[in-house]
C-alpha cells in the first residue's frame, strides 16, 4: 500500500494533502512536479494511517491517476482542477468513516495547508504538516511495539506455522518406539495394542459398524475423529479402536449404547449436561407440552417469550434480551452490536479463549483468516492494560471466556497436542478474580464494553454464572448450550444502549442481526423449564453440594493414585464442575489413556482427557464409582508399557526424559520438512 501511494505521489497526487503550492498550482503536466519534503510528509501520514482508509478510495485515487495518465499520452488534456477535486472528493467522502481521532488528524493537516496557501507560506507549511505526520507515525510505531510485546505469540506464528509444518506418520515399528524404550516395552505395547483391537471389535461391534458408515458420510464426526491424539499417531489408529458411542438410552449418568453397554459420561455434552440427561428429558417433554398446539410457527411469538426474557433479565441484570441458534452465532451478535453502538473497531480478546467457530473470533487454529480487528492480549499480564489505555479510543469491547480462569493463556486442553506431560492448570480462581476486577475498573474509567461469554460456564459456575461466580458484573452477557433446557440455542444479554440495531440519528444506518429458528416453540418452552428450575433453592443447594463434592473427590483421587503409585503417573485439577487430567511424567503415549478410560467404562468427548466435566446429578456414590475405573486404567497403561520409568520390569534401569522427547519431536518434523523437500 505505502508503495502504492509514495507512486501515486511522484504523479503529482499530493492534491489529496494539501499543503503543496506545487500541487495546488499547477495546470501543466510538466509543472506538477512534488517536493521532496511533501512527498516525504505523505510518506509518513501513510505509514501512521493508511490502515484507516478503505480500499475503496484507493482504488478510485489509482484509477483517476491512471487515466489521467492514459489521457496525457493520447494527447488529451485534463484540466488541472478535475486532477484535485476527485482525489479530494474520495478522501472527503472517507473523512466520516476514520475514528474520531483520526479525523481530527486529517482536518487539522487540510486546514494547515490550506492556510498556507492562502497566506503564500507553503513551505513553512509543509514543514509543520511533516512534523506532525512524523509524530502521528512515532506513535504509532510506539503502540504498535507495546501491543506486540503484550500479545499471546501463538496467533501471529500459528498461520505460518500451519502452512509450514509437514503431515508425517510413524511406521508401526516407529509407532511402539518413538520414546526410545527397551524392545521388551515396545513389544509389550504392540501386543496389547492388537489385543484391544481384537476385545473392541467384538464388545462394540454394532458402534464400530455405524461409526464406519458414519466416517465415509458424516464430516463432522470424521473431523473429531481425527483430531483425538498427536497427529503422527493418528494413521495407525484410523482402523483400529474406534472411540465412536452410538448412544439409544441414558439412564442418570449412564449413557447406554447400542451393543447394550453402560458408560459413566464425563464428557458434558460438549458443555450442556449441567443439570442430568433425565433432568433435560423432562425439560424438553414438558416444554412440548407447553407449547405442542403452536408446533413450529415462527414470526409470531408464543406467550412464554415475555416470561423466559424476565427470568434472563432477572439472572443477567441486564434490560434487553436477544435470542439466537447457537452459542457462536450470539457471540458474533454481541461482537457485531458493540462496534456498531460504540463506533469502534476493536475487540480484545486473551491468549487461548474460545469464543465459538466464527472466523472474526478465532484467532488461533482452525481459521485461514487472521482477523485483523481483533487484539489478542496475553492473560493476566500488566503489560496488556497499558494496551488497553493505549488504544482505548480504537477498543470497542473486551471479551471474556470465564473458562480461562482454569488455564490461563492456553486453549482448551486436548490430547490432540499432549506430546509430552506439557498440560498444566490454575490451582486457584481467586486470582482471576482480581484480575476481571482490574479489567472491569479499566472499562468503566475508559468506556469500554466488557463482555462475559458464558455459553459454557453460564449456570456451570453458578445459577447467576460467572458473574455471580467471581462477583465482577459485566456490560454484555452471552448464553449458550445449557440454557436452552437441552435445545439448540443462543442468548446475549445486554443493555438497551448496546443493544440497538439503528442509528437514531441515521436511519439508513442498522446492524442487521437476525435468526429464523431464535425464539422456536420447544426452544421456549425447554428453556422456560430450565430457567424456573434453576432459580429454585434447590437448585442452587445443588451446585453447592457438587462444588464441594468434586473438590473433595479430586483430592482423595489424588492421594490414592500416589498410594497405588507411588510416584503417580496422573493427577487430577477441578474448577467447580470442570476438571482435567494432569500427566506427571514425560511420556508420549498419554492420549491412550482415553481408549483403557473407554474400556473401563468411561466416556469421554472427542478432547479426549483434556476436559471433562459433572453435571449436578453426579452424587459423591457416582464419583466414588469413578475413582476405581481411573485407577484400573492406569494400572492397565503401566501394565502394557506406555507408561514406565527405571522402575518398570524390563525397563533396563532407563527412563524417557522430557527433553529426550523434545529433541525427538524437533528431529521428526525437521526430516519430515526435508522429505517434503525432496519430493
Known amino acids: 500500500m505505502i508503495s502504492v501511494l509514495t507512486k501515486i505521489g511522484e504523479m503529482s497526487l499530493v492534491s489529496i494533502l494539501p499543503g503543496g503550492e506545487e500541487v495546488w498550482l499547477c495546470g501543466d503536466k510538466a509543472d506538477c512536479s512534488v517536493s521532496p519534503l511533501l512527498k516525504a510528509t505523505l510518506f509518513f501520514f501513510v505509514l501512521a494511517k493508511a490502515e484507516k482508509f478503505s480500499h475503496r478510495v484507493l482504488f478510485w485515487i489509482v484509477v483517476t491517476m491512471t487515466s489521467w495518465q492514459l489521457l496525457e499520452s493520447v494527447g488529451v488534456r485534463v484540466p488541472g482542477f478535475i486532477l484535485k477535486l476527485v482525489p479530494a472528493m474520495m478522501f472527503g467522502v472517507q473523512v466520516p468513516m476514520l475514528s474520531r481521532q483520526s479525523s481530527w488528524y486529517f482536518i487539522l493537516l487540510t486546514v494547515l495547508g490550506v492556510a498556507g496557501i492562502m497566506s503564500g507560506t507553503t513551505d513553512n507549511v509543509a514543514v509543520l504538516c511533516l512534523g506532525l505526520s512524523v509524530a502521528l507515525f512515532a506513535r504509532r510505531l510506539f503502540v504498535s511495539l507495546v501491543t506486540l510485546r503484550a500479545s499471546t505469540p501463538t496467533p501471529l506464528v500459528f498461520q505460518l506455522v500451519s502452512h509450514v509444518m509437514p503431515r508425517y506418520s510413524f511406521t508401526r515399528e516407529q509407532f511402539f518406539r518413538t520414546d526410545n524404550p527397551p524392545e521388551a516395552i515396545a513389544q509389550k505395547r504392540e501386543r ?106 415462527l414470526g409470531p411469538v408464543h406467550p412464554l417469550l415475555m416470561e423466559n426474557i424476565m427470568i434472563l433479565k432477572e439472572i443477567s441484570k441486564k434490560e434487553e434480551v436477544s435470542f439466537h441458534m447457537s452459542g457462536t452465532e450470539a457471540v458474533m451478535c454481541a461482537v457485531r452490536l458493540v462496534r456498531f453502538n460504540t463506533n469502534k473497531p476493536l475487540i480484545v480478546m486473551f491468549g487461548g479463549a474460545y469464543h465459538g467457530w466464527w472466523d472474526g473470533v478465532q484467532a488461533m487454529a482452525g481459521n485461514e483468516r487472521t482477523p485483523q480487528d481483533v487484539l489478542t492480549l496475553k492473560d493476566m499480564y500488566p503489560g496488556s492494560l497499558d494496551v488497553i489505555r493505549l488504544r482505548a479510543s480504537e477498543i470497542a469491547a473486551i471479551v471474556i471466556n470465564p473458562l480461562q480462569a482454569f488455564h490461563p493463556n492456553a ?174 511424567r514425560p511420556g508420549r503415549y498419554h492420549w491412550m489413556l482415553q481408549y483403557y478410560l473407554k474400556d473401563e467404562g468411561v466416556n469421554l468427548s472427542w478432547v479426549g482427557t483434556g476436559r471433562l466435566s459433572f453435571s449436578l446429578d453426579f452424587t459423591r456414590e457416582d464419583l466414588n464409582k469413578l475413582t476405581p475405573k481411573i485407577i484400573r486404567a492406569c494400572h492397565r497403561m503401566e501394565e502394557d508399557g506406555w507408561w514406565w520409568d527405571s522402575s518398570s520390569p524390563d525397563a533396563q534401569g532407563k527412563s524417557p526424559s522430557g527433553s529426550g522427547i523434545k529433541l525427538s519431536l524437533v528431529k521428526e518434523i525437521v526430516f519430515a520438512l526435508i522429505k517434503r523437500a525432496l519430493t
Request: a neutral charge; one cysteine or more; hydrophobic letters at 40%.
Open 411 to 584: 486453549p482448551p486442553p486436548s490430547d490432540l497436542v499432549l506430546a509430552s506431560n506439557t498440560r498444566s492448570v490454575s490451582e486457584s480462581s481467586l486470582a482471576y478474580k482480581k484480575w476481571l476486577g482490574k479489567l472491569r475498573k479499566l472499562c468503566d474509567e475508559l468506556g469500554i464494553v466488557l463482555i462475559f461469554d458464558e455459553v459454557y460456564t453460564g449456570f456451570r459456575l453458578a445459577p447467576g454464572g460467572a458473574q455471580e461466580y467471581f462477583d465482577v458484573t459485566a456490560d454484555m452477557v452471552v448464553y449458550g448450550k445449557t440454557t436452552g433446557g437441552g435445545i439448540p440455542n443462543g442468548i446475549v444479554c445486554g443493555p438497551k444502549k448496546l443493544m440497538s440495531r439503528g442509528d437514531e440519528k441515521k436511519p439508513l444506518r442498522v446492524a442487521y442481526v437476525i435468526g429464523t429458528f431464535s425464539a422456536h416453540p420447544l426452544l421456549l418452552g425447554a428453556m422456560n423449564r430450565f430457567l424456573n428450575w434453576v432459580k429454585t433453592p434447590e437448585a442452587r443447594a445443588e451446585y453447592d453440594r457438587l462444588r464441594s463434592d468434586v473438590a473433595q473427590w479430586v483430592a482423595e483421587t489424588n492421594t490414592t493414585l500416589e498410594k497405588e503409585f507411588g510416584s503417580a503417573p496422573l493427577a487430577l485439577g477441578a474448577y467447580s464442575s470442570v476438571w482435567t487430567m494432569l500427566y506427571k
Open 192 to 297: 496389547a495394542f492388537d489385543q484391544m483391537k481384537q476385545k473392541w471389535d467384538a464388545k462394540w461391534p454394532k458402534c464400530v459398524e455405524m461409526s464406519a458408515y458414519l466416517s465415509e458420510s458424516f464430516s463432522d464426526l470424521r473431523f473429531a475423529s481425527g483430531n483425538r491424539v498427536f497427529l503422527p499417531f493418528m494413521k495407525h489408529l484410523e482402523n483400529w479402536c474406534d472411540p465412536c458411542t452410538v448412544v439409544n438410552a441414558v439412564d442418570k449418568t449412564d449413557l447406554i449404547d447400542i451393543d447394550g453397554h453402560r458408560l459413566t459420561d464425563v464428557s458434558g455434552s460438549y458443555g450442556v449436561n449441567v443439570c442430568g440427561y433425565d433432568r433435560y428429558k423432562q425439560f424438553i417433554t414438558e416444554g412440548w407440552e407447553l407449547t405442542k398446539n403452536v408446533g413450529c410457527v
